[in-house]
């Protein structure tokens, strides 16, 4: 699914963050929004906080025992990722791709993984190999657990490792924004206990890469793509207003 791809390359789950309620301000601070972020994250790829459900800074600030201040940032943070949408005047929301966007975020992708794997093919070395096994080795693992989630994310630092391998930063960087919103795709629309394609997909693709069969590696990439795409499920649901102390309590 470059300095950009270092923030995904750490899938394992985070600890949850330690909440101190009614802390205030006094519970802001980087490391204690980076926790907070991360367990925002983590709800939403999860799927307990839905999309189009809305996040109010007073509710999130009461649950975590920070400022409204300190949350704006984490949303805004979020937002880069296309996870949050923040609306004037509304406030912030769990984005919910449309179908629209869901094709759009899918077509870009292959219009440009699949151009990368003759360079990866190029470059990669024995070392790598190994690395993009073990990921995909990680997966599989993360299915057969049932953490949907942890699978996800290790299915998009998969991709996203290739990208960096083909040796072009702006390209990798493009792939992991994009990657991050494949992420809330499948989190939402896809179906439980697989991630739409085979779960040897991913060893074939290394296989052609390091056999030097390009072409080969780039229709197999076109259809490992479309396989996902083509496994969503997308159903348009009404905006909510989720229970904050239900999720992160």
Known sequence: MAKSASAASDTTTPPKAKRTRGAGKAGDGAERHDAIYREIREAIVEHRLKPGARLREDALADVFGVSRTGVRKILQRLSLEYLVTLTPR????????????????????????????????RR??????????????????????????????????????????????????????LCSRSSLILAVYGGHGHLGCESHDHDELVALLESGKEERAVAFMRRHLKAIEASLSIEESDDETPDLNAIFG
């Open 124 to 177: 990669l070395k024995p070392t790598d190999g190994a690395e993009l096994r073990e990921l995909a080795e990680r997966e599989r693992q993360a299915l057969r657990r049932g953490e949907q989630s942890q699978a996800i994310q290790l299915s998009a630092r998969f991709h996203q490792r290739l990208a960096e391998l083909s040796g072009n930063t702006p390209l990798a960087e493009f792939i992991e924004r």
């Open 90 to 121: 509304r406030g912030a929301s769990v984005s919910r791709p449309s179908i629209e966007e869901a094709r759009d975020v899918f077509a870009a992708r292959q219009l440009v993984e699949c151009q990368l794997m003759p360079w990866v093919s």
